[in-house]
């Protein structure tokens, strides 16, 4: 049953926006439309509208948004699949099947608790996954006889993060400070503001994961984010 409360009058509201969007021709359109619909599931899930749900609501909001994952992320890996066999690239089927298994799993660690321990994982994670990916461009080089610097290079991202983890556990602020310097200057260096499309790649894969990290390792040891147990 629909309940008619403020999240209801809201939510008709972005989609009354959304559709006006969309006879007006822009792309912007489909945020309103989306958000209409996925504004009280997100209240709930974030813990902000607690008077307005009840256990029951909030079981049935996280079963079907587990469900939904899980068809998504099947649905994208078969469609991946399939355009392989067709002899096209799935380039944006692995970035949706990366993106939401990464997600997932930064969320799920955050509702642990526990900012900075959290960042600190995250933090050698990301080095170790991103060092196992250019390692692994590696052996294209070494098929044609050549120098695998890449794969050099991945180890080296792997030390370097792992390293920086570890230091991370002592002195987080510092480790943030150094990865806010290097995040921002590879905006510069790259001139990332300018938001081209071949620079997209590194804004997801670089410099959101550096800026989840360095907010992790800035925040209080004890801070739980979710508080799972209220919910």
């Known amino acids: 049953m629909i309940k008619r409360d403020r999240i209801f009058y809201i939510a008709c509201g972005l989609l009354v926006v959304g559709i006006i969007l969309a006879f007006m021709d822009e792309y912007i359109a489909l945020l309103p439309l989306v958000g209409a619909y996925l504004l009280r599931p997100s209240l709930h899930a974030l813990g902000l ?17 587990n469900i939904g994952f899980l068809v998504v992320m099947f649905g994208a890996t078969i469609l991946a699949i399939l355009r392989q066999y067709q002899g096209e690239p799935p380039d944006d089927f692995h970035l949706l099947i990366f993106l939401g298994l990464v997600t997932k799993a930064i969320i799920g660690l955050l509702m642990v608790g ?6 600190v994982v995250i933090l050698i994670s990301y080095g170790v996954i991103m060092g196992v990916f250019a390692g692994l461009q590696g052996f294209d080089e070494i098929l044609a006889g050549e120098t695998p610097w890449e794969t050099f290079a991945g180890i080296g991202l792997i030390v370097v993060f792992v390293a920086l983890g570890l230091l991370a556990r002592k002195f987080p602020r510092p480790v943030a400070i150094v990865l806010m ?21 590194i ?24 508080a799972v147990s209220e919910q």
């Open 203 to 226: 804004w997801l894969f670089v410099i959101l994961p550096l800026a989840l990290i360095i907010a992790c390792l800035w925040g209080r040891p004890d801070t739980d984010t979710f």
């Open 49 to 65: 509208a607690k008077k307005y749900a009840d256990e029951r609501q909030i079981q049935i909001f996280s079963r079907s948004g």
């Open 114 to 119: 526990d900012l900075r321990n959290a960042g």
């Open 181 to 201: 310097l290097g995040a921002v200057g590879m905006i510069w260096y790259r001139t990332l503001w300018e938001f081209s499309d071949k620079d997209n790649g």
